[in-house]
């Protein structure tokens, strides 16, 4: 399927992936008759007549949930809230995906391992979330392989950043500014993912003949959260020495972090899809093509 010739429905549109989501689409050839694009304020994934209803007035091919509750912190202790929006919104999702013959791609999320390991982990390993936020994107991807067997693409990525929105590389960029020095743990280690690469992705994947099931998308290669931010102040042009490593438990979160988040994408590459490119390289490019986005205001 060329993603000229589908109609797509993104949810959480305003968001960090949705909106390189739509960049992309737009990119690929997709005009705006062909594209509905919904920030969470204009369509509600929880409200069953809402999804009902983006699916009888449009007819989507293609759908990419890109709404989530991410505050994983905040999910502790509102975990009712995170259910509502990272499970059972899914769930309808997958039901009217199911019904109309509509593709479903999910996004979901490292958490969902307990971060114990010490090689990436296989799309098939068992999951062990060890937070809130972690349990409800579990929950969210259950449902769409039950609700839409033949429908449902999991997508499982990570360490997400991009212009839009707040993440950990803007964060890096403010800090370098207003910090001589600063403490970034070194002893938590993933695959920083460029959100526009994901997207790019997302695309490829929807209009593959990969079967349904479950995929990991990431950056390639990994570091820890304190080699992302040398490399953020590298790009900066600023003295990477100025990064000081230290340990998890000197900053400690209401929710757990992975240990190791590190995720396989042999079913990815099995499927004949392009891996996205090396972190490295994407945050270099990342910059190169919006650094104002990056700096702070």
Request: charged residues 25%; proline residues 6%; hydrophobic residues 40%.
């Amino acid at each position: 399927m060329r993603p000229e010739n589908a109609r797509w429905l993104v949810t959480g549109a305003r968001g960090q992936l949705g909106t390189d989501l739509c960049r992309v689409l737009a990119a690929a050839g997709v005009g705006p008759d062909r594209l509905l694009a919904l920030g969470s304020d204009q369509l509600d994934i929880t409200s069953s007549a809402a999804v009902q209803a983006a699916f009888a007035d449009f007819g989507p091919h293609v759908v990419v949930n890109a709404a989530a509750y991410t505050a994983v912190d905040a999910a502790e202790s509102d975990e009712d809230r995170a259910f509502a929006v990272n499970a059972a919104g899914p769930a309808l999702l997958a039901a009217a995906a199911a019904r109309t013959g509509a593709r479903l791609l999910q996004v979901s999320t490292d958490y969902v391992f307990s971060g114990d390991a010490d090689r990436p982990y296989a799309e098939q390993e068992e999951t062990a979330p060890r937070s809130a936020y972690g349990r409800t994107k579990l929950a969210g991807e259950q449902a769409v392989r039950e609700l839409a067997p033949e429908h449902g693409y999991v997508v499982r990525t990570a360490w997400v950043y991009g212009a839009t929105g707040s993440n950990f590389v803007k964060t890096m960029a403010r800090l370098e500014r207003d910090r001589e020095t600063l403490e970034v743990v070194d002893d938590q280690r993933g695959s920083p993912t460029w959100s526009a690469d994901l997207a790019r992705g997302l695309v490829a994947l929807a209009g593959s003949d990969a079967a349904p099931g479950t995929y990991h998308c990431t950056g390639s290669g990994d570091t820890t959260w304190y080699g992302l931010a040398r490399a953020v102040f590298e790009e900066l042009g600023a003295d990477p020495e100025r990064v000081r490593p230290t340990t998890t438990d000197r900053f400690p979160r209401p929710a757990p972090r992975p240990a190791y988040s590190v995720l396989s994408d042999a079913a990815w590459r099995a499927a004949g899809l392009d891996p996205l490119p090396h972190w490295r390289a994407a945050l270099r490019q990342a910059f190169a093509e919006d650094r104002a986005a990056y700096l702070p205001a």
